[in-house]
């Protein structure tokens, strides 16, 4: 069975500083990963994905995340963080099937 | 394009009273999902549809929870008699296809509070 785990369920920066949102998953068959963003009072929009190819993926907004299939890991990461990337952050594996696994979720708090 | 809404944005009912939430995908979305979010926990997968058909509903929690997609075109999640633990965030969501690549749409959700 797949499982997404997503270490943190809050994480506070400063303005200015490095993001790092933690991802570990679990699938049996070579996974599609996503992140998706949450902000207040909207929907989930994909902030990049996963699917072949290279492992260092670029999303919207100045966020990356890195495949690495040996610590079955696709952490977020980004440089800079800014006041408006507070949000909340979803890890997500679809390993076909029609279901997306999501993971608890991680809220990020940008401190000025 | 417009993008997948959600009917209504927040719900409060009783115990023991029916609500029925709805949902337009983006046009031209032959797939069709309903997630639903409990306090804090994980987005769980309630159901899936494509056009009109269920293609999986494993993730319903119980006969309380009917789905409808007539048409193929919008649809419809009832809930009766509702529970307190059906309270949460339920979210839909549509793709163009269901491939394992494909990256969902969502709506804002309806936030269904039961008391």
């Known amino acids: 069975a797949q499982s997404v785990t997503q270490l943190g369920s809050h994480v506070s920066v400063s303005e200015g500083a490095l993001v790092l949102l933690r991802c570990n998953y679990s699938?049996?068959?070579?996974?599609?990963l996503f992140w998706y963003v949450q902000y207040p009072n909207q929907g989930l929009q994909l902030l990049l994905k996963y699917t072949t190819g290279a492992t260092l993926v670029k999303g919207i907004n100045g966020f990356e995340a890195e495949f690495k299939k040996s610590e079955t890991s696709f952490h977020l990461t980004k440089p800079s963080a800014h006041m408006s990337d507070a949000a909340e952050y979803f890890c997500a594996v679809h390993t076909g099937g029609f279901k997306t696994i999501f993971g608890a979720g991680t809220r990020l708090f940008v401190k000025a | 394009e417009a993008g997948v809404t959600q009917f209504p944005s927040h719900s409060v009912i009783e115990k023991g009273q029916t609500v029925t939430l709805r949902c337009d995908p983006i046009?031209?979305?032959?797939?069709l999902y309903w997630y639903r979010r409990v306090m804090g926990k994980e987005i769980k997968f309630l159901l899936h549809?494509?056009?009109?058909?269920?293609?999986?509903e494993s993730g319903m929690p119980n006969n309380r929870f009917l789905a409808e997609r007539t048409g193929g075109t919008y649809s419809t999640l009832k809930v009766q008699p509702a529970e307190l633990e059906d309270s949460g965030v339920y979210f839909c969501?549509?793709?163009?296809?269901?491939?394992?690549?494909?990256?969902?749409?969502f709506g804002n959700g309806t936030r269904l509070t039961v008391t």
């Open positions: 046009s031209g979305h032959d797939n």
């Open positions: 699938s049996s068959v070579p996974p599609y």
């Open positions: 549809f494509v056009k009109e058909s269920k293609q999986d």
């Open positions: 969501a549509s793709s163009q296809d269901a491939r394992a690549n494909s990256p969902l749409h």
